[in-house]
């Protein structure tokens, strides 16, 4: 993919050597002629490489969950007292970032009771009665932060504040600030703030070119409580008129309106919602409608391809902001957890940036249809841009308020292109989700939000070629499968995958129809009321006999570890059937079908693991007795425990859900566990 994405940039030797340079001297400009911001000027002295920032940063995330003062003592307690604050205290070049590390020290020393003698009572004293005074101060530390990066609390007062950077020549795009929806009350509540904002910034599209008037973004998100890909029908039918109403909102009062992009496992969903809107007849003519597209998404170009074909089919233009992503360590995190077959996004920055820059190229040739906008503060980036834009093209930079505003500020004077800021409009109640993202992305050594101001990088460095930065791999990223090491994680599904789920579903139908017709007492769906199967249940003293009859596991360790190991591919090779059965007989639900069978995969190659380090000699025969609820992982793990030690095992499935645990009996039969050594004993 990244030797198709560097042939689709279409860049020489000499080209690039040419971008390196142009965007070296925009490093060189903004070192000399301007102030960094204070965001800059934060992460020169507190960035993620330092114990402090990292304090910070810990600090800021949590207390968006702190529900009581109390814990938010504790919690700053824990965070601050370790750090050595004063070995910061002078460096910047801010007096607020120099005000704030004094504060910080001296609440660390109020904090840290360690001492002995008068001394130390006083410093107790101090902190007894200045908790409340050093929680209120560590507020305002946040809420001053949050002034420097959301416009406003309102959106009467953001356009208010915006009108001076508009004087300039700078453009908006207005962003309420809100997580996603967690109830339909949410919901509502969101979309009448979007429906407000729209009316609000109406007042100030001054013309009929959307390109020249401002414009609000909006989260799909914020607009329902169940946007997934497992409530697509739902989805379809109660988000796209919302979404339809806020566009139809946006082409009356003549601005822009943008669909953020979220999470990988969404983006299908987002684009069935996306094209919903676009094609509906009331919005033909308005060139109004944007799409949000992230770089780091592997699937980036093709999405621009999608969605040029259907501007083109539609007879539309339509809008792309293009930028590099902000969700990637969830996205990685996630992938891990999920144990998906691999990530969604790139793993290295070089490999971000060269997605960037190939898609650019594919945006900056679509002039007929598609309206490039490109948020970027990376001074290569736009300089790639100003290399590849060819003459008479129309398109604009974006950044984000607070942040990168010399650099465009220059771009801007320089080359005479057009800029509009992105800018979070809200409360402070809902600013820290969206400052922490910020912190983030930008605080890490590799950004350049974090180099610009290093003068110890040479401009050469901050403004490096990817192309020729480009490793072949980020040994920091663990794949999805060794999470664990030489444990082999349990293989997930990419429920956001259409075309996997259409596959998926009918193997779990197919599967339905292979049960064997059995004989005994029917099995009832809990959810529909219909017969699954059948069971013949023991009888006390059939089961005192069955049990008689195991014995313990014979073979060494080595061999049971293996036997489980095949069993958890077992497992995973028949994980349709296994959710079918699931389904029916338990009434599960399908993403709670996938986690059980995963774990139950875990609980297979855990205890194998440990079989096999663990010394012991087997106690007998074991009797394990598992619960309804989680009637394929709970009954798996005991049994994988009591085998892998060399026990033999008497499995009493729960009454309700003895089908799911014939089967797994089964298959850990196929796998090599010798059927005198696991017995099951339904009743």
Same mark, same amino acid.
């Given at each position: 993919?990244?030797?198709?994405?560097?042939?689709?940039?279409?860049?020489?030797?000499?080209?690039?050597?040419?971008?390196?340079?142009?965007?070296?001297?925009?490093?060189?400009?903004?070192?000399?002629?301007?102030?960094?911001?204070?965001?800059?000027?934060?992460?020169?002295?507190?960035?993620?490489?330092?114990?402090?920032?990292?304090?910070?940063?810990?600090?800021?995330?949590?207390?968006?969950?702190?529900?009581?003062?109390?814990?938010?003592?504790?919690?700053?307690?824990?965070?601050?007292?370790?750090?050595?604050?004063?070995?910061?205290?002078?460096?910047?070049?801010?007096?607020?970032?120099?005000?704030?590390?004094?504060?910080?020290?001296?609440?660390?020393?109020?904090?840290?009771?360690?001492?002995?003698?008068?001394?130390?009572?006083?410093?107790?004293?101090?902190?007894?009665?200045?908790?409340?005074?050093?929680?209120?101060?560590?507020?305002?530390?946040?809420?001053?932060?949050?002034?420097?990066?959301?416009?406003?609390?309102?959106?009467?007062?953001?356009?208010?504040?915006?009108?001076?950077?508009?004087?300039?020549?700078?453009?908006?795009?207005?962003?309420?600030?809100?997580?996603?929806?967690?109830?339909?009350?949410?919901?509502?509540?969101?979309?009448?703030?979007?429906?407000?904002?729209?009316?609000?910034?109406?007042?100030?599209?001054?013309?009929?070119?959307?390109?020249?008037?401002?414009?609000?973004?909006?989260?799909?998100?914020?607009?329902?409580?169940?946007?997934?890909?497992?409530?697509?029908?739902?989805?379809?039918?109660?988000?796209?008129?919302? %979404? +339809? $109403?806020?566009? =139809? *909102?946006?082409?009356?009062? /003549?601005? &822009?309106?943008? #669909?953020? !992009?979220?999470?990988?496992?969404?983006?299908?969903?987002?684009?069935?919602?996306?094209?919903? %809107? +676009? $094609?509906?007849? =009331? *919005?033909?003519?308005?060139? /109004?409608? &944007?799409?949000? #597209?992230? !770089?780091?998404?592997?699937?980036?170009?093709?999405?621009?391809?999608?969605?040029?074909?259907?501007?083109?089919?539609?007879?539309?233009?339509?809008?792309?902001?293009?930028?590099?992503?902000?969700?990637?360590?969830?996205?990685?995190?996630?992938?891990?957890?999920?144990?998906?077959?691999?990530?969604?996004?790139?793993?290295?920055?070089?490999?971000?940036?060269?997605?960037?820059?190939?898609?650019?190229?594919?945006?900056?040739?679509?002039?007929?249809?598609?309206?490039?906008?490109?948020?970027?503060?990376?001074?290569?980036?736009?300089?790639?841009?100003?290399?590849?834009?060819?003459?008479?093209?129309?398109?604009?930079?974006?950044?984000?308020?607070?942040?990168?505003?010399?650099?465009?500020?220059?771009?801007?004077?320089?080359?005479?292109?057009?800029?509009?800021?992105?800018?979070?409009?809200?409360?402070?109640?809902?600013?820290?989700?969206?400052?922490?993202?910020?912190?983030?992305?930008?605080?890490?050594?590799?950004?350049?939000?974090?180099?610009?101001?290093?003068?110890?990088?040479?401009?050469?460095?901050?403004?490096?070629?990817?192309?020729?930065?480009?490793?072949?791999?980020?040994?920091?990223?663990?794949?999805?499968?060794?999470?664990?090491?030489?444990?082999?994680?349990?293989?997930?599904?990419?429920?956001?995958?259409?075309?996997?789920?259409?596959?998926?579903?009918?193997?779990?139908?197919?599967?339905?129809?292979?049960?064997?017709?059995?004989?005994?007492?029917?099995?009832?769906?809990?959810?529909?009321?219909?017969?699954?199967?059948?069971?013949?249940?023991?009888?006390?003293?059939?089961?005192?006999?069955?049990?008689?009859?195991?014995?313990?596991?014979?073979?060494?360790?080595?061999?049971?570890?293996?036997?489980?190991?095949?069993?958890?591919?077992?497992?995973?090779?028949?994980?349709?059937?296994?959710?079918?059965?699931?389904?029916?007989?338990?009434?599960?639900?399908?993403?709670?079908?996938?986690?059980?069978?995963?774990?139950?995969?875990?609980?297979?190659?855990?205890?194998?693991?440990?079989?096999?380090?663990?010394?012991?000699?087997?106690?007998?025969?074991?009797?394990?007795?598992?619960?309804?609820?989680?009637?394929?992982?709970?009954?798996?793990?005991?049994?994988?425990?009591?085998?892998?030690?060399?026990?033999?095992?008497?499995?009493?499935?729960?009454?309700?859900?003895?089908?799911?645990?014939?089967?797994?009996?089964?298959?850990?039969?196929?796998?090599?566990?010798?059927?005198?050594?696991?017995?099951?004993?339904?009743?």
């Amino acid at each position: 993919l990244l030797s198709q994405l560097t042939q689709m940039a279409a860049l020489s030797q000499m080209d690039r050597a040419r971008i390196a340079a142009r965007g070296a001297a925009l490093v060189r400009e903004i070192r000399e002629a301007s102030d960094p911001s204070l965001m800059e000027l934060f992460l020169e002295e507190y960035g993620l490489s330092t114990d402090e920032g990292v304090a910070l940063m810990c600090l800021a995330e949590a207390l968006l969950r702190v529900p009581d003062a109390p814990t938010i003592d504790d919690l700053i307690e824990d965070k601050i007292v370790p750090s050595q604050w004063g070995q910061h205290l002078g460096h910047s070049h801010s007096p607020l970032i120099n005000a704030s590390t004094w504060a910080l020290m001296l609440t660390g020393r109020v904090l840290d009771d360690a001492g002995t003698g008068i001394s130390a009572v006083l410093r107790g004293a101090v902190k007894r009665l200045g908790e409340p005074v050093i929680r209120t101060a560590v507020g305002r530390a946040m809420r001053e932060m949050g002034n420097q990066f959301v416009l406003g609390e309102t959106i009467e007062a953001a356009m208010a504040r915006a009108a001076n950077m508009e004087a300039r020549g700078f453009t908006y795009s207005y962003d309420m600030l809100g997580e996603a929806a967690r109830t339909e009350a949410d919901a509502r509540r969101y979309h009448m703030a979007y429906a407000d904002a729209i009316a609000e910034i109406s007042g100030a599209a001054g013309g009929d070119d959307i390109r020249a008037n401002p414009g609000i973004s909006i989260k799909l998100s914020a607009l329902h409580p169940r946007y997934e890909p497992l409530q697509r029908t739902r989805v379809l039918e109660e988000l796209v008129p919302r %979404v +339809l $109403s806020l566009a =139809s *909102l946006a082409r009356f009062a /003549g601005i &822009g309106l943008n #669909i953020d !992009a979220e999470e990988a496992e969404r983006l299908d969903l987002s684009l069935d919602i996306i094209d919903a %809107v +676009l $094609s509906h007849p =009331s *919005l033909n003519g308005w060139d /109004g409608f &944007g799409v949000v #597209i992230q !770089a780091y998404s592997k699937r980036a170009a093709p999405l621009i391809d999608w969605l040029h074909a259907r501007a083109e089919a539609l007879d539309r233009r339509v809008m792309v902001r293009l930028v590099k992503g902000a969700y990637w360590d969830s996205e990685i995190k996630l992938a891990q957890v999920e144990g998906w077959p691999g990530f969604p996004v790139f793993t290295q920055k070089a490999a971000t940036d060269i997605s960037y820059i190939a898609c650019a190229r594919k945006l900056l040739g679509m002039g007929d249809r598609i309206y490039p906008q490109f948020a970027t503060h990376n001074a290569h980036t736009v300089a790639a841009i100003l290399e590849m834009a060819p003459p008479g093209v129309a398109y604009e930079f974006q950044r984000l308020h607070g942040m990168g505003e010399s650099l465009h500020a220059n771009v801007m004077a320089a080359e005479g292109t057009r800029c509009r800021i992105y800018a979070p409009v809200g409360a402070h109640k809902d600013l820290l989700a969206y400052l922490v993202r910020r912190l983030l992305e930008n605080g890490a050594n590799s950004s350049f939000v974090n180099q610009i101001v290093d003068e110890d990088v040479p401009p050469e460095q901050v403004a490096a070629d990817p192309f020729e930065t480009l490793g072949a791999g980020n040994s920091a990223v663990v794949p999805p499968a060794r999470l664990f090491g030489a444990r082999e994680n349990s293989r997930g599904q990419f429920l956001g995958d259409p075309e996997a789920m259409d596959t998926l579903l009918a193997e779990v139908e197919t599967s339905r129809g292979r049960r064997p017709d059995g004989k005994g007492e029917p099995v009832i769906n809990p959810a529909t009321g219909a017969v699954v199967g059948h069971i013949t249940m023991l009888s006390a003293s059939e089961a005192v006999a069955r049990a008689e009859t195991v014995a313990p596991w014979a073979e060494d360790a080595r061999a049971r570890s293996d036997a489980l190991r095949r069993a958890a591919d077992l497992y995973e090779t028949h994980a349709a059937e296994l959710y079918g059965l699931l389904t029916d007989e338990a009434g599960k639900t399908l993403i709670d079908c996938v986690g059980e069978v995963r774990e139950a995969v875990d609980f297979l190659r855990y205890y194998a693991a440990e079989g096999e380090t663990t010394p012991g000699a087997p106690l007998g025969t074991m009797l394990c007795i598992s619960p309804w609820n989680f009637p394929l992982a709970i009954f798996t793990g005991q049994i994988a425990a009591a085998l892998a030690t060399g026990n033999g095992v008497i499995a009493k499935p729960a009454e309700s859900t003895s089908l799911i645990a014939a089967r797994a009996v089964a298959l850990l039969h196929e796998a090599g566990v010798p059927t005198r050594s696991l017995g099951l004993v339904p009743g």
